[in-house]
């Protein structure tokens, strides 16, 4: 906090507030400070997190993953939904957003306070996209002057994408039309441009487009490529206001390569920059108010004013003059009273900031015909769910939930009706789930708030499905909230409406519901039959439990009805080995794949030692993928994964139906004695010379193998984790677009998979307080819970509350196993990698640009590689006609190869025809010439105009057909090369034109 209490210019009072905000890059540090109708200061997390401390109130907060709300005056913190890189921001009616560098919007539906009241359901991710990188293309027309080493020029006539998106905003006034009015804007300073897109509603998700008029345009953009366009706001003149910082370079230091860093002007431009006002010509702007003259009926009045900046700050100076009594009075007229919907907003919202809302102002203000006005005064009602006036309240809350249509509001109300400890406001809130719960986000919204009275909750949806027998009841976060409140009363009464039958008949949704509960009370434990005490309820369970039994084996029924059926077996004590063997008779060959995986999993969950045991027995007769489905679920618990590994012993099950990642599993499993077993039954040694493994392995790899033996060996050991076309699941990186495809490389990286691992791809270990164990990529995480995906794409989301303290772990590995050698002979590898290299992606297609077996010409005897017959692969690389040159080499998997006939053993001489400017020169590059390599530095030649050939190495080459690749070593600061030729003449023959001369002249 900063005050010049002497009017000398300078803040003579300097207090730190709040403290302990991630530091270092600025681009990544807390910025923002929006004003919220709620009265609340939001800042955006800046990407670099922090626990917060108050210095008034001594209390802190982590907003890791999260963005900050503040109270400065009164020292108050909080984490809410984030988190955002640059300018979080919000609109007129209080929808807020944030954005990163590639996103230029994404908005935050779900509000983390409320979300955090109920842990015992897991939301959806309360962050949804209104434009994307992807979606949405950037149309510069400077020079574009990035300096980001990793940056990514377009290709030629390609739009660009979004890399510094930042400060997006809502435009709020119509001075400049009302087609602009609620439009976004988004500055994208690298390119030199300000974007603008039409924001639309889809319930209570915005949508993006760009204007029809724009097309292919922005709606600024500058030549200038120092203009850099970092803030915009909606100026208080009604204008569009854009500070341009005007530099040379826009980027951190840290993300400049050391060596241009040396070379460039870091702080070029610092002594400039400017604001623009973006005005409608022949429309004057508005005069800027005055605040200081003005008195308290005066701000008053500006609350209607048409500019949101006038109406936000008229809002914060009410609250801070200190005239509440005269305040409150004029407020409280403007609410019930003006004719403008957004001054009856912002005189809500200051008498609440004030104190000085009473029940009747918002009860009023429920009955607004504007829905936006509505909304947050039924936000603000949650102010009086514990006073003695909240009956009025409460009324008006519960009776506006009868009759309110529009999306927004009724996700406020899904909110708020859970804050009041009321029987009339809970079975309100239950009958509007009911109505709307096939919303996802407004059933998050009110699923947040059913901790408080479930019961009440469950009725209001009980008679709201009685009276309209086309909603559906949202039992099972119900019941999963009930058991974590230990409610069975609750339980049982939903369990008792749930099998309830329409005409005689029980409906699939019931068999569904049913079999959740039934895996939420095994999670605790627990079993119906344990919840349900009433004797008619309980003849109904035993009813519902044997028309699951009839119809899972009737061959004639519904195959989906079936899968449904199958979750209600295996839990009825009287039944329990009449459903364990009719569950392990489905794991048939004739069983649909589908359905034995189920029955699997339903197996799996009952965690009965003799079933377990019983099935395990039967171990020969299951398929591959059977068998696979079975190890991963008895892997997860303790007592199942002894019972495999004493089918292990008694050689009941062979170890080589074991795979190699659920051998990982168990070699690293946290039961030491479980550990110690597997690698003593699986043979799995730590295998310290994999180099010499591989090298046993690479000569049957480079003869060549069968790709349709591959196909088979693919689908057995690598498609759970990996898709090559119709193949398998893309859990793991794609295997379809390798930047090298070589033998070596694919035999290099199978056999030691943990070599080199993408953070994204290591594996997580996960254990429940149950001790179920589970192992897969992170696939999402939120506040309260955390997915993880598997084998086969099977995804698996817990919630926190319910994993062991320590028991969430990254670990050093890789998700891809080593030890394939088990499963794969060097034949069999060399099938595989055959198969692999053949499902490569095509190269790309340019004009002029036709790959093809390079051989000697007549009467030359060198090899002349020309862009011309490349094949070209990558994110940018193009074949660019004009030139005949391959250009646009700024992505790391972009490389260029060639198919070479040597017609003679011996060395080569190699040449390379290329230019670079001066400013992106010294890249690294690797040229790989059959077995030969070729490591080197991109060397300038002034422009991008002058080319310059050279000789760069000799080889050893092999008599036949050999692959030659060139590409980058990592990203290539700005762009690689641009390439005419490369050309390999045998030692001691002359090069060719122009190669005939070796000297530094650079030719066009």
């Given at each position: 906090?900063?005050?010049?209490?002497d009017?000398?210019?300078?803040?003579?009072r300097?207090e730190?507030?709040?403290?302990g905000?991630?530091?270092?890059?600025?681009?990544?540090?807390?910025?923002g400070?929006r004003?919220?109708?709620?009265?609340?200061?939001?800042?955006?997390?800046?990407?670099?997190?922090?626990?917060?401390?108050?210095?008034?109130?001594?209390?802190?907060?982590?907003?890791?993953?999260r963005?900050?709300?503040?109270?400065?005056?009164a020292?108050l913190?909080?984490?809410?939904?984030?988190?955002?890189?640059?300018?979080?921001?919000?609109?007129?009616?209080?929808?807020?957003?944030?954005?990163?560098?590639s996103?230029?919007?994404?908005?935050?539906?779900?509000?983390d306070?409320y979300?955090?009241?109920?842990p015992?359901v897991a939301?959806?991710?309360?962050?949804v996209d209104?434009?994307?990188?992807g979606?949405?293309?950037?149309?510069?027309?400077?020079r574009?002057?990035s300096?980001?080493?990793?940056?990514?020029k377009?290709?030629?006539?390609?739009?660009?994408?979004?890399?510094?998106?930042c400060s997006?905003i809502?435009y709020?006034?119509?001075l400049?039309?009302?087609d602009l009015?609620?439009n976004?804007?988004v500055?994208e300073?690298?390119?030199?441009?300000?974007?603008?897109?039409?924001?639309?509603?889809?319930?209570?998700?915005m949508?993006?487009r760009?204007?029809?008029?724009?097309?292919g345009?922005?709606?600024?953009?500058?030549?200038?490529?120092?203009?850099?366009p970092?803030?915009?706001r909606t100026?208080?003149?009604?204008?569009?206001?854009v500070?341009?910082?005007?530099?040379?370079?826009?980027?951190?230091?840290?993300w400049?390569a050391d060596?241009?860093?040396k070379?460039?002007?870091?702080?070029?431009?610092?002594?400039?920059?400017?604001?623009?006002?973006?005005?409608l010509?022949?429309?004057?702007?508005?005069?800027?108010?005055d605040f200081?003259k003005m008195e308290?009926?005066?701000?008053?009045?500006?609350?209607?004013?048409?500019?949101?900046?006038t109406?936000?700050?008229?809002?914060r100076?009410?609250l801070?003059?200190?005239?509440?009594?005269?305040?409150a009075?004029?407020?409280a007229?403007?609410?019930?009273?003006?004719?403008?919907?957004?001054q009856r907003?912002?005189?809500?919202?200051?008498?609440?900031g004030?104190?000085?809302?009473?029940?009747?102002h918002?009860?009023?203000?429920m009955e607004d015909?504007?829905?936006?006005?509505r909304?947050h005064?039924?936000?603000?009602?949650?102010?009086?769910?514990?006073?003695?006036s909240?009956?009025t309240?409460?009324?008006?809350?519960v009776a506006l939930?009868?009759q309110?249509?529009?999306p927004?509001v009724?996700?406020?109300?899904a909110?708020?009706?859970?804050?009041?400890d009321?029987a009339?406001?809970g079975?309100?809130?239950?009958?509007l789930?009911?109505?709307?719960?096939?919303?996802r986000?407004?059933?998050a919204?009110g699923?947040?708030?059913?901790?408080?009275?479930?019961?009440?909750?469950?009725?209001?949806?009980?008679?709201?499905?009685t009276?309209?027998?086309?909603?559906?009841?949202?039992?099972?976060?119900?019941v999963?909230?009930?058991?974590?409140?230990?409610?069975?009363?609750?339980v049982e009464?939903?369990?008792?409406e749930?099998l309830?039958?329409?005409?005689?008949d029980?409906?699939a949704?019931?068999f569904?519901?049913l079999?959740g509960?039934e895996?939420?009370?095994?999670?605790?434990?627990?079993s119906?039959?344990?919840?349900?005490t009433?004797?008619?309820?309980?003849?109904?369970l035993?009813a519902?439990?044997?028309?699951?039994?009839?119809?899972?084996?009737?061959?004639?029924a519904?195959?989906?009805?079936?899968r449904?059926?199958?979750?209600l077996?295996g839990?009825?004590?009287e039944f329990?080995?009449?459903?364990?063997?009719?569950?392990?008779?489905?794991?048939?060959?004739q069983t649909p794949?589908?359905?034995?995986?189920?029955?699997?999993?339903?197996?799996?969950?009952?965690?009965?030692?003799?079933?377990?045991?019983?099935?395990?027995?039967e171990?020969?007769?299951?398929?591959?993928?059977?068998?696979?489905?079975?190890?991963?679920?008895?892997?997860?618990?303790?007592?199942t994964?002894?019972?495999l590994?004493?089918?292990?012993?008694?050689?009941?099950?062979?170890?080589?139906?074991?795979?190699?990642t659920?051998?990982?599993?168990?070699?690293?499993?946290?039961?030491?004695?479980?550990?110690?077993?597997?690698?003593k039954?699986?043979d799995?040694?730590?295998n310290?010379?994999?180099?010499?493994l591989?090298?046993?392995?690479?000569?049957a790899?480079?003869a060549?193998?069968?790709?349709?033996r591959?196909?088979q060996?693919f689908?057995?050991?690598?498609?759970?984790?990996?898709?090559?076309?119709?193949?398998?699941?893309?859990?793991?990186?794609?295997?379809?677009?390798?930047?090298?495809r070589?033998?070596?490389?694919?035999?290099?990286?199978i056999l030691?998979?943990?070599?080199?691992?993408e953070?994204?791809?290591?594996?997580?270990?996960?254990?429940?307080?149950?001790?179920?164990?589970?192992?897969?990529?992170?696939?999402?995480?939120t506040?309260?819970?955390?997915?993880?995906?598997?084998?086969?794409?099977?995804?698996?989301?817990?919630?926190?509350k319910?994993?062991e303290p320590?028991g969430?772990?990254?670990t050093?590995?890789s998700?891809?196993?080593?030890?394939l050698?088990?499963?794969?002979?060097p034949?069999?590898?060399a099938?595989?990698?055959a198969?692999?290299?053949?499902?490569?992606?095509?190269p790309?297609?340019?004009?002029?640009n036709?790959?093809?077996?390079?051989?000697v010409?007549?009467?030359?005897?060198?090899?002349?590689?020309?862009?011309?017959?490349a094949e070209i692969?990558?994110?940018?690389?193009?074949?660019?006609?004009?030139?005949?040159n391959?250009g646009?080499?700024?992505?790391?998997?972009?490389?260029?190869?060639?198919?070479?006939?040597?017609s003679a053993?011996?060395?080569?001489?190699?040449?390379l025809?290329?230019?670079?400017?001066?400013?992106t020169?010294?890249n690294?590059y690797?040229?790989?010439?059959g077995?030969a390599?070729?490591?080197?530095?991109?060397a300038?030649?002034?422009?991008w105009?002058?080319?310059?050939?050279?000789?760069?190495?000799t080889?050893?080459?092999?008599?036949?057909?050999?692959?030659?690749?060139?590409?980058?070593?990592?990203?290539?600061?700005n762009?690689?090369?641009d390439?005419?030729?490369?050309?390999?003449?045998?030692?001691?023959?002359?090069?060719?034109?122009?190669?005939?001369?070796?000297d530094?002249?650079?030719?066009?």
């Open positions: 906090y900063l005050e010049d209490t009017n000398d210019g300078r803040a003579d300097k730190s507030w709040f403290s905000f991630g530091e270092g890059n600025q681009q990544h540090r807390v910025n400070l004003w919220g109708l709620d009265n609340w200061v939001y800042l955006a997390n800046g990407d670099s997190g922090g626990t917060i401390r108050s210095t008034k109130t001594d209390r802190s907060v982590n907003i890791n993953g963005d900050l709300r503040i109270r400065p005056d020292g913190l909080e984490a809410v939904t984030g988190q955002t890189q640059h300018g979080r921001g919000r609109d007129d009616w209080g929808n807020w957003w944030g954005a990163n560098n996103n230029p919007m994404f908005q935050f539906v779900l509000d306070a979300l955090r009241r109920n015992h939301p959806p991710n309360p962050r209104v434009a994307t990188g979606s949405s293309p950037i149309y510069p027309i400077s574009v002057m300096h980001y080493s990793g940056y990514q377009p290709a030629p006539g390609q739009p660009g994408r979004f890399t510094s998106a997006t809502v709020r006034d119509r400049l039309g009302e009015y609620g976004m804007f500055s300073p690298v390119h030199n441009l300000v974007h603008r897109r039409v924001i639309e509603w889809d319930g209570v998700r949508t993006s760009k204007p029809a008029d724009e097309q345009g922005e709606f600024l953009r500058s030549r200038d490529s120092w203009f850099r970092t803030t915009i100026g208080p003149d009604g204008s569009l206001w500070a341009d910082m005007y530099r040379l370079v826009i980027e951190h230091p840290q400049i060596d241009l860093e070379q460039l002007m870091l702080r070029a431009g610092h002594d400039k920059g400017r604001i623009y006002r973006v005005v010509q022949g429309k004057p702007s508005r005069a800027i108010p200081e308290t009926a005066q701000l008053v009045d500006t609350l209607a004013s048409p500019n949101g900046w109406r936000d700050m008229a809002h100076l009410l801070w003059r200190g005239d509440r009594t005269t305040a009075r004029l407020l007229t403007a609410a019930a009273t003006s004719e403008n919907a957004l907003l912002h005189a809500l919202c200051v008498l609440d004030l104190n000085a809302v009473a029940p009747a918002v009860a009023s203000a015909r504007h829905p936006g006005v909304r005064a039924v936000r603000i009602a949650e102010r009086f769910a514990a006073s003695k909240r009956h309240v409460i009324a008006a809350i939930a009868k309110e249509r529009e927004q009724i996700m406020q109300l909110y708020s009706l859970g804050a009041f009321d009339s406001a079975y309100a809130l239950g009958a789930l009911a109505r709307h719960g096939g919303q986000y407004i059933a919204a699923i947040s708030g059913i901790a408080r009275r479930t019961s009440d909750v469950a009725a209001g949806a009980r008679d709201a499905r009276n309209d027998p086309s909603v559906a009841i949202p039992i099972e976060p119900l999963r909230t009930a058991l974590g409140t230990k409610d069975p009363q609750t009464l939903l369990v008792a749930l309830t039958a329409k005409d005689g029980l409906a949704w019931q569904e519901t079999g509960i895996r939420a009370l095994r999670l605790r434990g627990d119906l039959d344990q919840v349900v009433g004797d008619a309820t309980r003849q109904r035993a519902m439990r044997v028309a699951a039994r009839r119809t899972l084996l009737d061959v004639d519904p195959h989906a009805l079936r449904i059926a199958l979750q077996l839990n009825d004590p329990r080995k009449t459903d364990a063997h009719a569950l392990v008779s489905l794991l048939s060959p794949l589908d359905l034995q995986q189920a029955a699997v999993d339903a197996i799996v969950a009952l965690g009965d030692d003799a079933v377990v045991e019983a099935i395990l027995g171990w020969r007769t299951f398929g591959p993928l059977t068998r696979d489905r079975l190890v991963g679920g008895l892997i997860r618990r303790v007592s994964a002894r019972a590994l004493t089918a292990l012993e008694a050689k009941t099950i062979d170890p080589v139906d074991i795979n190699a659920y051998r990982q599993t168990l070699a690293n499993h946290r039961d030491d004695a479980i550990a110690a077993s597997s690698a039954l699986l799995i040694a730590v310290v010379q994999r180099q010499k591989i090298d046993q392995y690479l000569p790899a480079k060549g193998g069968d790709t349709k591959g196909l060996l689908n057995k050991t690598c498609a759970q984790c990996h898709k090559i076309g119709s193949q398998g699941h893309p859990v793991g990186p794609s295997l379809a677009g390798l930047k090298d070589s033998p070596q490389f694919l035999t290099t990286h030691d998979p943990d070599r080199a691992i953070d994204k791809y290591r594996n997580y270990v996960l254990v429940t307080v149950d001790g179920r164990h589970f192992t897969g990529l992170l696939q999402n995480e506040a309260t819970s955390v997915t993880l995906v598997s084998l086969n794409g099977a995804s698996h989301a817990i919630l926190k319910d994993i320590e969430f772990q990254r050093k590995q998700m891809m196993p080593a030890g050698e088990k499963f794969l002979d034949q069999g590898l099938d595989l990698v198969f692999v290299i053949q499902n490569q992606e095509p790309k297609s340019f004009p002029g036709q790959p093809r077996l390079i051989a010409r007549e009467g030359s005897p060198a090899l002349r590689l020309s862009a011309t017959h692969y990558g994110k940018t690389l193009v074949f660019e006609g004009r030139y005949r391959l646009y080499w700024q992505s790391a998997n972009d490389r260029a190869l060639w198919t070479v006939s040597v053993a011996g060395k080569y001489d190699v040449y025809d290329w230019a670079v400017h001066a400013s020169a010294d690294p690797r040229l790989q010439i077995d390599t070729i490591n080197g530095r991109v300038s030649t002034g422009t105009d002058d080319y310059r050939q050279a000789k760069i190495g080889v050893q080459l092999k008599q036949g057909q050999q692959r030659v690749a060139l590409q980058g070593v990592g990203k290539p600061s762009c690689l090369i390439l005419r030729e490369i050309c390999l003449v045998p030692v001691g023959q002359p090069a060719p034109a122009p190669f005939d001369t070796d530094a002249t650079p030719k066009r």
